[in-house]
């Protein structure tokens, strides 16, 4: 059932917060300071960035301060994690209407130049540069072992890095982890990008090949 205004009050500045996660935020959205009941930031872009985007985080956001005009830019934060999302109205559950990274033709163009289209989709739900997961899926069909060639492949073009042909699987899966950390990823070139299915349960617990 969805709340109505005799089911909690608005803050003194006349918004009402709802209880939301990182996930749900997305161009539109006015969020609240995490220590103040006044300030009202809205994200008013996102963007890969020039950096791997980790695991189950956000894009890049950009803020301003509804009051103030203030701007700040966020990185990627954790897409379970907590966050007020504020409304004019009570009963207003509604997520603004998707508006794509402002960086995806810039992205898209480096995935172009480095022969990288046929690991690499631009999402058509998100506009997001996505790759396999490579736990369950490759770009490869037809390869004996697609999961350990594909990654191989996906490290070298869409992260930049020297990786021996003689790796198996799981050095591989290793080797790729660490390259989409959030504070310190390593394997610097190559274009910013997302796996996808997001899924946790298909990295716990599965064995590749």
């Known amino acids: 059932m969805k709340p109505t205004?005799?089911?909690?009050?608005?803050?003194?500045?006349?918004?009402?917060?709802?209880?939301?996660?990182?996930?749900?935020?997305?161009?539109?959205?006015?969020?609240?300071?995490?220590?103040?009941r006044t300030q009202r930031w809205e994200i008013i872009a996102t963007s890969h960035g020039t950096t791997q985007i980790p695991f189950m985080k956000t894009l890049w956001m950009r803020a301003r301060e509804q009051t103030t005009g203030a701007e700040f830019t966020?990185?990627?934060?954790?897409?379970?994690?907590?966050?007020?999302?504020l409304?004019?109205?009570?009963?207003?559950?509604?997520?603004?209407?998707?508006?794509?990274?402002?960086?995806?033709?810039?992205?898209?163009?480096?995935?172009?130049?480095?022969?990288?289209?046929l690991l690499a989709t631009r999402d058509s739900a998100t506009d997001e540069i996505t790759c396999p997961d490579y736990i369950v899926e490759s770009h490869l069909e037809t390869d004996e072992k697609p999961l350990t060639r594909g990654l191989i492949e996906h490290m070298r073009l869409a992260h930049g890095a020297t990786v021996d042909d003689s790796l198996d699987?799981?050095?591989?899966?290793?080797?790729?982890?660490?390259?989409?950390?959030?504070?310190?990823?390593?394997?610097?070139?190559?274009?910013?990008?997302?796996?996808?299915?997001?899924?946790?349960?298909?990295?716990?617990?599965?064995?590749g090949r």
């Open 5 to 36: 205004g005799d089911d909690f009050a608005p803050r003194r500045d006349g918004w009402f917060e709802h209880a939301g996660t990182w996930g749900e935020v997305t161009v539109g959205t006015v969020i609240a300071a995490p220590n103040s």
């Open 74 to 85: 966020s990185p990627p934060r954790t897409k379970t994690s907590k966050v007020i999302i």
């Open 87 to 117: 409304t004019r109205d009570p009963a207003d559950t509604t997520t603004p209407a998707y508006v794509a990274p402002s960086d995806t033709d810039a992205v898209w163009a480096v995935v172009e130049g480095l022969g990288a289209t």
């Open 169 to 207: 699987y799981h050095a591989a899966i290793s080797l790729h982890g660490p390259m989409h950390d959030a504070d310190n990823p390593s394997g610097k070139g190559g274009f910013p990008h997302r796996h996808v299915p997001e899924d946790l349960n298909l990295i716990i617990g599965r064995k």
